[in-house]
């Protein structure tokens, strides 16, 4: 048997294995890892009581190998993936942490008087802390501690609303806030179909505000608009979408402007600071 050799000290394949070796035990996980100058394969089986560790080694010029060697060797690749076994649960436990928080039932949670609801709702993935903005100054970091996406739909129509509710970092705050300031002026002045929106006042229901419009029903998304949350470093984009004509409550650019005007109104008055 003979294996192509892969990069020294990589991770070249990783699978879930379907079979043993033997009738009586079926491993549950295989990770091959690349050794200078040899392949193995290392294969954990979880029974109800005992670990078995089975390790066959191959010598690419056919040389053996001692068993002190082989012992060693097998050490190592058990340390290794069991440490990868344990971060991986370790971001499990984190993401289920993170989800259980009531931080967000304000965003999650609110109602409205003409049929929209939440339909949808995720967290962060696990391990992501920030996300790439563009500025006139280039792309910037915007850091992030959690976050939700929210969907909004009335019912039996496509998604009306994506929102993303994100908290900034303390330390970072001030700064992060305004990297997403610039990155709105920037989506503004490069926009050649859109409008900022004049007629919002600065503050919302306690709420930074800021939004623009494209100026017809054309696109994906019709308006952008970002609610800022000082006290709580609480960020709030809401991305209105488009829709096919037959499943839209409005055929015109006023009544799309209705629309989101009712739907302003209400989520701020969910999660504002004045209620």
Known sequence: ?????????????????????????????????AWEGLDRILTISFSRRRI?????????????????AILVRSGLMLFSVLSLLAAQSKFVAQGSARSDSSTFDRYTGCKFSDELSVVETSPLAPGVHERTVQTSKGPKQVGMVEGRRVMFAYPGKDFYANVKVEILPEKDYAEMRQILVENFDYML???????RNYELKPKLNGLDIRGLDKDNLEGGVL??????????RMVTTIYFLNQEPKDRSYQTIE????????????YAGCIGTKH
């Open 1 to 33: 048997m003979s294996f192509a050799r892969p990069k020294f000290g990589s991770l070249f394949y990783f699978r879930r294995l379907t079979g043993g070796n033997t009738p009586r035990q079926k491993p549950y996980w295989a990770r091959v890892f």
């Open 189 to 195: 002045a490069t926009s050649k179909d859109s409008t």
């Open 52 to 68: 078995f560790a089975r390790s066959r080694v191959y010598s690419r010029y056919g040389s053996p190998m001692s068993k002190r």
């Open 255 to 266: 009544g799309y402007r209705v629309a989101r005007d009712r739907f302003l109104s209400t």
């Open 223 to 232: 308006g952008i608009y970002v609610l800022l949350n000082d006290a709580s």
